[in-house]
């Protein structure tokens, strides 16, 4: 029978206790010394899988999946209300290395609330955003501002649907005035309309309607007449 030499292979023994102080699948809850707390699943001693992380300073608690260290997948944020010293939902919904990404809903406070999309903490792509005083917008966003298709309604019952640049109206557009009974379609830029047209809309329910009724437009060819003005006012700009 051969002889077998035993091996000097065998790791140091500080190189075990090292791996062995790894911290791997689910432990109980870590403390840290500034007072946050850890309770979860863990890899190569990162945060990875289900685990719930509580910050003592500002005072925040998250809940939901991580992955390397950092918040990934879907969870929910919650911070400290200091007059009752109950946690109040901040934010729900999907994340990606540590930031906001995905679908998610966003609490500004009781009033202001965002759902929708969202890219590198930022709303991107399609939300609804209820203002504080009443509004609501509904359509396309690129970093936290209107851009694209979108329609928002206003608290005094105007309204406007149509294209957005950077927060502000831009291209064709149509704006609708709940108190005169009157709306407006035609061009804009940078928040201002260029050139359109005006005519009477559900008049009679307005609250205050003008005299008399907005005249028709006697053009032969309408449509015409505004691309000749916008391509004016291209010109010029």
């Known amino acids: 029978m051969p002889y077998l030499k035993p091996s000097n292979n065998t790791l140091p023994s500080s190189t075990l206790k090292e791996i062995k102080s790894q911290k791997c699948g689910l432990r109980h809850t870590v403390f840290s010394v500034n007072g946050n707390e850890y309770t979860g699943e ?28 950092k918040r990934d ?10 007059e009752s010293k109950e946690y109040a939902r901040k934010y729900s919904g999907g994340w ?3 930031k906001k990404h995905g679908y998610g809903t ?22 609804r955003m ?17 851009h694209g298709q979108g329609i928002i309604r206003f608290s005094n019952g105007n309204w406007y649907e ?19 009974g009157v709306l407006y379609e035609g061009f804009w830029v940078d928040g201002v309309a260029k050139c359109g047209t005006l005519s009477d809309s559900e008049r009679d329910k307005a609250p205050t309607p003008a005299k008399y009724p907005i005249p028709k ?15 004016a006012y291209h010109d010029q700009s």
Do not use: C
């Open 42 to 69: 863990w890899q190569d001693s990162k945060k990875h899988g289900k685990g719930t992380q509580i910050w003592k300073r500002p005072g925040a608690i998250y809940n939901g999946e991580w992955k390397f260290g």
């Open 73 to 82: 997948g879907y969870g929910t944020y919650s911070v400290l209300i200091s």
């Open 96 to 98: 990606k290395n540590g």
């Open 106 to 127: 966003y609490f500004y406070n009781n009033s202001a609330v965002y759902e929708g999309e969202w890219r590198e903490d930022q709303r991107s792509g399609w939300g």
């Open 130 to 146: 209820y203002f504080e005083n009443g509004d609501i917008y509904e359509g396309e966003w690129m970093r936290d501002k209107h």
């Open 162 to 180: 149509g294209n957005w640049h950077d927060g502000k109206k831009s291209g064709d557009g149509k704006f609708y005035y709940s108190d005169k």
């Open 217 to 231: 437009l006697q053009l032969m060819d309408m449509e015409l007449v505004l691309k000749e003005a916008k391509s």
